[in-house]
């Protein structure tokens, strides 16, 4: 969101675009949660100002020394952003509970070094939730390090154009159009297929963000030779900022960014940028340039930085799911206020101080100090994590018993100053992997499936095979199967799609997971296992109405009359708030976070009905190493029950692994 061009490019019409796009980001974001199409008019600006500077470059023949120009960009960057992160920080451990500390650190880490975009992707956050509240604070730094990633890859192509143009003698401005041409092209074609095929992925994708730069770009090497009248320049003014403010308004870019929707606001502002200064009154870059918007743009970078956090941070205090009129205002006030501050007093002096630009040495070093500042608090709290999680293993055997507390004749030995497991702060990174992707004759033949195939270390033709299928319910329990696949030397792989539970029939559970679910009874029929585990019911958020998963009987028939086993589990409670959340904050002993069991689940397990009426189907029903009879607890013997409101965590049903073996056995009849 900097502008890296010289003072001597200075054009306040694209000063004053900034400022109404970090208006429309924050408004729309505060006020209407919803996405505007302002981040991807910065996109455009950015690549267009930096087309600037290494085309006069070239023409002036001096050197690009690349070097130079990333140390002295990324000095004037880094600052206030560290200065908004080590301020979020502070704010997360103040508000936010123990259970998201560690996921935000690590995005405080992605942020800091430009590649929270692709942290983001992997996690598969849904940037357009309507309750901010659930947000992390740092998720609009996704577009930060698309910038910075793109700020190293362009001046790349910028120089290696240069030395083929000068080798050979060839126009740079027109080389230049051939290559980020074919980008433009080759990248929006990528971006419309990755948006229709998973579009929350695809919008923090950087491959289906170049195009937007390449615009701004081609903007930029077209203008010279750009001879339009007053008056058409006028009208594209106009067109641009109306196109450009209707863009939220109109557009559904839930659905649609960043395909070719998003041409709508890069062109826009791609008609700002051309339309340029009229000299007319009528013009609209007379308002652009006006002082109000050339000195919000000079502290449009710091606005953005601060907005974001400032809005989830608010609403995890005030325990409300979006900002108002009055409160929104509020937060809005309060980031300019602190853009303005930051600017004066972080950014401004830094971007002055000579004393980096004597040499590259110096600039490193000034970088290195910058991100030693941020880096320092992040260390301190992983080595602290990593000191509080080794203490408490050591006395985990005694002091966490997690689900064996609630077998019959369990003798209490643990200290009464436990410390809960995992530690809050690890929590909701508690989830169990195989230890590798599925490969030989596991590896499945659909390109669909390789990525969702994971299996354990025994030898494919060991003497039994258990397939596990479904989504995430089914998934946790492999905390439990693969302990007891390992010590039988059971070869033990997965298929699995979150959302998605496995069945022959899936009407009604969408495009993906059909598609997935048919190519999963493609590969069973290729590579028949001894047995599916799956989870046989679907309980609802603190409600009693627990019912078979979908097509269940039809599924269990399905793979009957091939010979495979089904090994069925009752889904474990479900809640309509965190329940971890809930023990961290008002403790493991509140009523809140003990639900009663009659309020969670069925009075019976529906899989009981089904029991003998199909040969090789086992039924298993963990719910009493879950609930204790009454209730429906958060914390079981020193340990989370739950890393969210409807997960186990991975150490709970670790602890539930022996008794699981016990009963996978007699219902199965396996020796």
């Known amino acids: 969101m900097q502008n890296s061009a010289p003072k001597s490019t200075f054009r306040p019409e694209i000063q004053g675009l900034r400022s109404v796009a970090v208006l429309m980001v924050v408004t729309y974001h505060i006020w209407f949660g919803r996405v505007s199409g302002g981040v991807d008019v910065f996109l455009l600006v950015s690549a267009f100002l930096m087309t600037l500077q ?28 560290v200065i908004v992160l080590l301020g979020t920080l502070a704010a997360i451990f103040a508000v936010v509970p123990k259970t998201r500390w560690a996921a935000l650190v690590d995005q405080v880490w992605a942020s800091l070094f430009y590649f929270q975009n692709w942290l983001l992707q992997h996690d598969v956050v849904n940037y357009y939730a309507t309750d901010h509240s659930q947000a992390s604070p740092l998720q609009h730094f996704w577009s930060l390090s698309v910038q910075g990633q793109v700020f190293i890859l362009w001046p790349v192509i910028f120089a290696l154009v240069a030395l083929v143009c000068r080798k050979y003698a060839l126009p740079y401005r027109a080389a ?15 971006s419309i297929i990755a948006t229709a095929v998973n579009q929350t992925t695809a919008y923090f994708d950087t491959f289906a963000r170049l195009w937007e730069f390449a615009v ?3 903007v930029a090497l077209i203008l010279p030779a750009l001879k339009l009248s007053k008056s058409v320049r006028v009208v594209m003014g106009w067109v641009g900022v109306v196109a450009m403010l209707s863009c939220g308004i109109v557009l559904q870019v839930q659905t649609a960014f960043p395909g070719f929707v998003a041409l709508w606001p890069t062109l826009a502002a791609a008609f700002i940028i051309v339309a340029g200064q009229t000299s007319s009154r009528f013009g609209v870059d007379r308002i652009l340039s006006s002082k109000p918007l050339v000195r919000l743009g000079d502290n449009s970078y710091a606005l953005y930085l601060w907005h974001w956090p400032l809005l989830v941070l608010a609403l995890v205090w005030s325990g409300k799911d979006h900002a108002g009129w009055l409160s929104g205002s509020v937060i809005i006030a309060t980031a ?40 320092v608090p992040l260390l301190a709290f992983n080595v602290q994590q990593t000191v509080s999680a080794k203490i408490a293993m050591d006395q985990a055997e005694k002091d966490n018993p997690g689900a064996a507390a609630l077998v019959p004749g369990y003798v209490n030995e643990a200290s009464p100053t436990a410390v809960l497991l995992p530690t809050a702060e690890k929590l909701a990174q508690d989830w169990v992997h195989l230890p590798s992707q599925c490969t030989g004759d596991l590896k499945p033949a659909s390109k669909l499936l390789q990525g969702a195939c994971g299996q354990n270390n ?33 070869s033990l792989y997965h298929l699995l799609l979150g959302g998605c539970p496995f069945s022959v029939d899936s009407t009604g559970l969408g495009d993906q997971c059909r598609t997935f679910n048919q190519a999963v009874m493609q590969q069973i029929d290729a590579k028949k296992p001894t047995a599916v585990f799956l989870v046989g019911t679907a309980a609802s958020p603190s409600s009693p109405d627990e019912k078979l998963t979908v097509g269940f009987e039809d599924t269990v028939k399905w793979l009957s009359d091939k010979g495979i086993d089904v090994v069925a589990v009752r889904d474990n409670p479900r809640f309509d708030f965190n329940m971890a ?7 493991r002993h509140s009523p809140d976070c003990n639900r009663g069991q009659a309020q969670q689940l069925a009075p019976e397990d529906p899989l009981a009905a089904l029991k003998g ?44 692994a022996p008794m699981f073996q016990q009963r996978w056995m007699a219902a199965t009849g396996w020796s």
């Open 458 to 490: 025994q030898p494919a033709d060991a003497s039994r095979s258990i397939l596990v299928l479904g989504d995430s319910h089914a998934e946790q329990w492999m905390a439990a199967v693969a302990p007891m696949a390992d010590q039988q030397q059971w």
């Open 176 to 190: 230049l159009m051939y290559v980020f041409g074919l980008i433009f092209l080759v990248s929006l074609t990528y």
């Open 216 to 218: 701004g770009t081609l």
């Open 613 to 656: 009426k199909y040969q090789g189907l086992s039924i298993l029903d963990m719910t009493d190493l879950i609930c204790n009879g009454g209730e429906c607890p958060g914390v079981v013997g020193n340990t989370f029950v739950y890393i969210d409101n409807n997960h186990l965590s991975k150490t709970y049903v670790e602890s539930m």
């Open 581 to 587: 959340d809930c023990v961290v904050v008002k403790g």
């Open 336 to 375: 300019l206020g602190l853009a303005v501050l930051t600017t004066k007093f972080v950014e401004k002096p830094v971007r002055e101080w000579k004393w980096p630009e004597a040499n590259r040495r110096r600039a490193v070093v000034a970088i290195a100090l910058c991100i030693c500042v941020a880096a």
């Open 54 to 81: 290494f085309t006069r470059r070239f023409e002036q023949r001096r050197a690009m020394d690349l070097p130079r120009h990333w140390l002295h960009l990324f000095r004037r960057l880094l600052p206030a952003a």
